[in-house]
């Protein structure tokens, strides 16, 4: 979130899609009831009307995967309407920008942006560039009128996107399109907030950051990045997800976002000379300049302190990829059902159910020589040697069952989706001989490293020379009980020497205060940068527990800690003219005071921009605006609308080319028939998607071995309009069989008005959801929805599209 | 009447939430049970579900846990809680948690209990078997590259960030590139 | 002291439910076992371990689709046919807050509260024991809100001086009902829409019988055989001329959970 959950109180318009804020994020609805009874309206956009909706004072139907479509026919609206904030655009954004004449889009080259290349399903994006002056500025129009602007340019790719275009796609009635852009383009006049609350509706399809791009250009546009009850919303959905994906446990970044070393960046320099943007622009403030002591800093925290400058402070240690090899989660498993992956650990989690094609996840378990699952409860990924259908005794893995601790049986952070990290406490011992996951590390730890000092073995030093100093040793070097506190100062850095930063003398030892205090030359240490401040010289900031809110908007600024340095509002400086000087007045986030900002930590303390020796607002890019035009996307620098992988058209009603072209294709490249897809296809006539409900938590883990809400929710279901239902001769509650090319399933079917058919070009499309809770080891509650979802994945994260896929649903026979 | 109690627990930096309930019981009804959690320890958490962060305040007695209820004094869910958050007393309370490390041999049908210390030094074998077999210091265009690409791992968005951080520590010293969780799904 | 009183304003659930959890979780109910019959809301009515529920209610009206979601559970009535009808003096009891309480000791199973219920409230445990919601009188008598009232995230459950969330009601501009009805509710509805569509009596009653038996019959039940006469009397004014349900004692060895 750019924003914070209480802060959705302060907004006047809130538009909830691609996600289900009342049903997975329920407590979330305190702040949106707070703000409707201020006379907030609440837009609910979801191909089935869910509990959200029913608190909506607006619902408008759409067809899973077309939300592009939805959205594009805002931006267009918009535009038409001059519903936009030019004096916002102007300073924040790049639309006043000047493209390179040569760039071409979809409207003039069917659906493709210029640059592709068939062949490679890559762009050249070469043209995708700005015109910029002898400096290496990006050449602008301020009054955003020149053809090769970016809003001019905007306005030509989305002026395709008209009313009967757009409605002959989503399948949403033009009345309610039309009523869902005119009150959320209201929020373009000052003093009027919008906010979108968005989650995996979004992100799990084949345009899923595209998705994300077009509601941003919105944001943008109406002028509500940055200000009090605005932004731009992910809610996450789960406890530390953002935590866990701060601290980087993903395959292409390093904690705080630092991207993982690859081959050709040989060593330390090389590392910092590509991976730092630059920017001629003196105005631009350009953070991840700093880049160079964040890597350093974390690699003071990863290895011995004794490697030196010389040695590049360990960088050897630390793995790295080749050039363009994506060990995304997709690859992960296509490799491991290939038998390319040996030994395998899954940590907290049930790919079996929630990996996407769970078939193909659950073969690929079978492949494996050993796997360790660490868990609470049983699960269908420790037990898939047991599962449907599985011969036991033809299975070679050998399974290792570790049990953890819950919740609150340890003590540690973790941070929320407002980016607060808050830290709980250790109620009770972990029940029986279970154990707190930082134990069974700091064994893993120590076994692996003795194993190593006493017989060698494969390049032991990133082992060898990893720092891990984390409590009292033993005689035997091993820390007996590992301090956690230890690890989150660790984490926030410290400083390795005497050293004298912005006028301050601090001692080796010493935390280090935030990241502008640290170093490149390895004298300052940070595990994570973006956490540098949560505990330093004033304690362990993420246990605070002020209630003190002298911003009346619900800041908070005493309670937990939140990154990065406790910005509550991220972009918070164009919440303010040039003046500094807050564009709402009521709910002001920062103000400029003549000599200081007040409020919230604003982006950058630099000066208003009407004054020299600023720097543009939107610090972490190299312009320093954001980025209505976003070459950085593979699939283009505007969204475009494109069809799910599988769809229920033959065509893309707005072009010849039907899914996103730079998306990797799985079924074309590896040819195996676990990865197939049928679009348009009589066998799956009918759209499906998945879901999560309120009683259930991810694949149910933690929510079907907890009697009180499977009881709530006790059977997979899938629900299904009456028109559908009366087709197929299907009566509510009885059980019917749900499948798609890779897989089936069997749920109770619920038939509800919640869903209603769409007329799609022309014709009746129907669509259906399930939720993806259940699982086998859960007996007679049925299995999860993912054994019918595709392998394929969004072009620029490869996050599965499981929200829109093909299926058939029929009476069991 | 004010409902909610306040400033049960005045926390600041690393100090213990706990503290004893300070209720003041009316005089005895006939028929009231006696309040349940009177003399109960209290200690704060967050909730382990979603990511919206709600306080809790987990009543103990006796070393266990004998109710979770929201914390009146969290800015964000000011005691209240859904229906999961209500429910994780029954994460303790709970049949089904497993508390034994299991292992499972090749061909094997069932689990079996086995202790910490031999399963532990099974997996530290393995994993090392496994990463000196397939370790590759150069890859095949000759640049020094120091993985292993026979290993992976997925999770967890369930983890304290002191233990996302170790995590990723561990496995990244380990040489693994295959490092996946929830977010990318 | 004054009545106190739960509102409940179906326009502010979500149906997410924690006050089903967080009463169970309270009074340590155990899990139904359940099984899922075309619609989310599990167990489809109260049960013995369930004392309040969400309905989920799917309408639609001159083309507009509403679904509306309502908390059931005993609405602790001024006029309690429960309490009239109770043959044990003790099993219920009203507190001096106005609620309704039960005790299981007390509790003769003689099911004729079920009967006196306008709203089909009353359960009975594995024991033949009345349950229901009790509004939590052991938080309530030590100054805490109910459980559920405690744990609802969007304040459509509020529990306090009835005659103050009586005048707040009155500014929402929704329909209040049960002020009135049974000498007045200590459990009311904000209702956006009419009551029928909720599935509430428009105008709650207490059948006739029961006043037959609370003003009549059961003050002769000192004189113990009278008594005995007036309680098959009412059975059959109230059940009708046939046994109690064949549960009603079939199950008495069964361990059920414990209870105040």
């Known amino acids: ?813 | 009447m004010e409902l909610n109690r306040r400033g049960f627990l005045k926390l600041s930096g690393g100090a213990i939430g706990a503290s004893i309930v300070g209720i003041g019981l009316k005089p005895a009804q006939a028929y009231a049970a006696p309040l349940a959690i009177q003399y109960a320890r209290e200690t704060i958490t967050i909730c382990p579900y979603c990511a919206v962060g709600c306080g809790q305040i987990v009543h103990t007695q006796a070393s266990d846990v004998i109710n979770i209820e929201g914390d009146p004094d969290h800015p964000i869910n000011r005691g209240t809680l859904c229906s999961k958050g209500s429910s994780i007393y029954q994460l303790r309370h709970n049949k089904k948690r497993i508390t034994e490390p299991l292992y499972r041999a090749k061909g094997a049908k069932e689990w079996k209990p086995v202790s910490w210390d031999w399963a532990l030094d099974q997996i530290a074998r393995k994993l090392k078997a496994t990463r000196d077999a397939t370790f590759m210091t150069r890859n095949t265009r000759g640049q020094v590259v120091n993985r292993t690409d026979a290993i992976a791992s997925v999770g967890s968005a369930a983890l304290d960030n002191e233990e996302c951080y170790l995590f990723q520590k561990l496995l990244r010293s380990w040489g693994l590139v295959y490092i996946e969780h929830q977010a990318r799904i | ?260």
């Open chain 3, 1 to 260: 002291m004054a009545r106190k009183a739960f509102m409940i304003d179906s326009s502010r659930c979500t149906a997410c439910r924690s006050c089903q959890v967080a009463c169970k979780q309270w009074n340590k109910l155990p899990a139904d076992a359940a099984i899922n019959w075309g619609s989310y809301e599990n167990p489809p009515s109260l049960t013995a371990h369930l004392y309040n529920k969400i309905e989920f209610i799917e309408k639609e009206q001159d083309g507009k689709f509403k679904w509306l979601f309502l908390n059931q559970r005993c609405l602790h009535c001024g006029e309690a046919g429960c309490l009239k009808v109770c043959p044990s003096t003790g099993a219920l009891f009203r507190t001096e807050e106005g609620l309704i309480g039960f005790n299981k000791d007390k509790c003769i199973s003689c099911k004729y509260c079920v009967n006196g219920c306008p709203f089909d409230v009353p359960r009975y445990d594995a024991q033949g024991k009345i349950t229901k919601c009790h509004g939590c009188i052991d938080r309530v008598a030590a100054g805490l809100q109910p459980a559920c009232v405690k744990a609802c995230p969007t304040g459509s459950l509020k529990f306090g001086d009835r005659d103050k969330l009586i005048s707040e009601a009155e500014l929402t501009g929704l329909k209040l009902y049960g002020d009135k009805a049974l000498s007045g509710l200590g459990a009311m509805y904000l209702l956006e829409e009419k009551p029928q569509e909720y599935r509430l009596a428009e105008n709650p009653n207490i059948p006739q019988s029961i006043f037959l038996w609370k003003d009549v019959i059961k003050p002769l039940g000192i004189l113990g055989f009278w008594g005995a006469i007036g309680a098959v009397m009412l059975h059959y004014v109230t059940v009708g001329p046939k046994r109690p349900d064949e549960d009603d004692s079939s199950n008495q060895n069964q361990g059920g959970e414990k209870h105040e």
């Open chain 1, 1 to 813: 979130m750019t924003n914070h959950w209480i802060d959705i109180r302060n907004s006047d318009i809130i538009l909830i899609m691609g996600s289900n804020a009342a049903e997975n994020h329920p407590i979330s609805f305190r702040y949106i009831l707070e703000a409707r009874e201020k006379g907030a309206k609440l837009i609910s956009v979801d191909p089935r009307f869910t509990r959200t909706s029913a608190s909506a004072d607006l619902y408008a139907p759409l067809r899973s995967g077309t939300d592009i479509a939805f959205l594009g026919g805002m931006i267009n609206y918009i535009i038409e309407n001059k519903l936009y904030q030019s004096e916002y655009l102007l300073l924040n954004t790049n639309a006043t920008f000047l493209v390179k004449p040569d760039f071409k889009m979809p409207g003039e080259l069917d659906g493709l942006f210029s640059g592709y290349d068939a062949k490679k399903r890559r762009y050249d994006k070469s043209s995708w560039g700005f015109q910029r002056d002898s400096r290496g500025v990006p050449k602008s129009d301020p009054s955003m009128s020149d053809p090769n602007s970016v809003l001019q340019l905007l306005k030509k790719q989305f002026s395709r996107y008209d009313l009967q275009t757009v409605s002959s796609i989503t399948g949403t009635p033009q009345e309610k399109l039309t009523e869902v852009y005119k009150i959320y383009g209201s929020s373009g006049q000052a003093g009027r907030a919008a906010t979108i609350m968005y989650a995996m509706g979004w992100t799990q399809h084949t345009v899923g950051t595209q998705n994300i791009r077009t509601m941003a250009i919105i944001q943008l546009l109406l002028g509500n990045i940055g200000i009090a009850g605005g932004g731009v919303n992910a809610l996450r959905g789960e406890s530390n997800v953002q935590g866990s994906t701060d601290h980087c446990l993903l395959f292409h970044i390093l904690p705080g976002y630092l991207p993982t070393p690859k081959s050709s960046w040989n060593d330390l320099a090389t590392y910092i000379k590509k991976s730092t943007p630059t920017t001629n622009d003196p105005e631009s403030a350009n953070w991840w300049s700093n880049r160079n002591k964040y890597i350093v800093s974390l690699l003071r925290a990863h290895f011995d302190s004794n490697l030196t400058a010389a040695e590049d402070f360990g960088y050897e240690l630390l793995p790295k990829l080749d050039d363009g090899q994506n060990a995304s989660w997709l690859m992960l498993f296509d490799r491991m059902f290939r038998g390319d992956i040996r030994g395998f650990f899954a940590w907290g989690q049930n790919p079996a159910c929630s990996g996407s094609n769970a078939n193909k996840v659950r073969d690929a378990l079978a492949k494996l020589d050993w796997l360790v699952s660490v868990n609470l409860f049983d699960n269908e990924t420790a037990s898939f040697w047991k599962g449907p259908g599985v011969d036991s005794a033809s299975i070679d893995t050998e399974v290792f069952f570790l049990p953890a601790a819950v919740s609150f049986e340890k003590e540690g952070s973790i941070t929320n989706s407002g980016r607060w990290a808050q830290w709980r406490y250790q109620a009770v011992a972990p029940l029986g001989n279970s154990r707190h996951d930082s134990a069974m590390m700091n064994e893993l730890y120590y076994r692996v490293a003795e194993l190593y000092r006493q017989e060698g073995g494969a390049f032991p030093d990133p082992i060898t020379r990893l720092s891990w100093d984390y409590g009292f040793k033993g005689i035997d070097g091993k820390i007996q009980h590992l301090d956690i506190h230890a690890v989150a100062k660790e984490i926030n850095g410290y400083f390795l020497a005497d050293k004298v930063v912005k006028g301050k003398q601090f001692k080796k030892g010493d935390l280090v205060p935030s990241f502008a205090f640290l170093q490149a030359d390895g004298s300052t240490s940070s595990g994570n940068w973006l956490y540098c401040q949560s505990y330093n010289g004033s304690g362990n900031n993420m246990a605070r527990r002020s209630l003190k809110d002298p911003s009346g908007i619900g800041l908070y600024p005493e309670w937990s800690w939140c990154w990065p340095v406790n910005r509550r509002i991220l972009y918070n400086r164009a919440s303010v003219d040039a003046t500094g000087t807050p564009l709402d007045k009521r709910r002001p986030v920062i103000w400029w005071t003549g000599t200081k900002w007040k409020g919230d930590v604003p982006d950058g303390g630099w000066k208003p921009l009407d004054q020299a020796g600023t720097k543009k607002p939107f610090i972490m890019l190299p312009d320093g605006v954001a980025s209505i035009f976003g070459a950085k996307m593979k699939e283009g620098p505007f969204p475009e609308h494109y069809e799910p992988l599988e769809s229920p058209i033959a065509k893309n009603p707005l072009s010849g080319t039907r899914v996103n072209p730079a998306i990797k294709r799985f079924y074309e490249d590896g040819k195996l028939p676990v990865d197939i897809f049928y679009t348009d296809d009589k066998r799956f006539p009918f759209v499906a998607t998945t879901y999560r409900v309120t009683e259930h938590w991810q694949t149910g883990v933690m929510s079907r071995n907890t009697p009180w809400l499977l009881e709530m929710q006790p059977q997979s279901f899938v629900e299904l309009s009456p028109e559908l239902a009366g087709e197929l001769s299907i009566k509510n509650g009885e059980w019917v069989e749900i499948a798609s090319g890779r897989g089936k399933v069997d749920a109770v079917a619920i038939v509800t008005k919640r869903f209603q058919p769409f007329k799609v070009q022309g014709k009746t499309v129907h669509q259906v959801g399930l939720p993806w809770c259940y699982g086998w080891t859960t007996p007679n509650v049925g299995d999860s929805a993912n054994l019918l979802t595709p392998t394929i994945g969004d072009a620029n994260t490869m996050i599965p599209e499981t929200k829109a896929f093909m299926v058939n649903v029929k009476k069991r026979g």
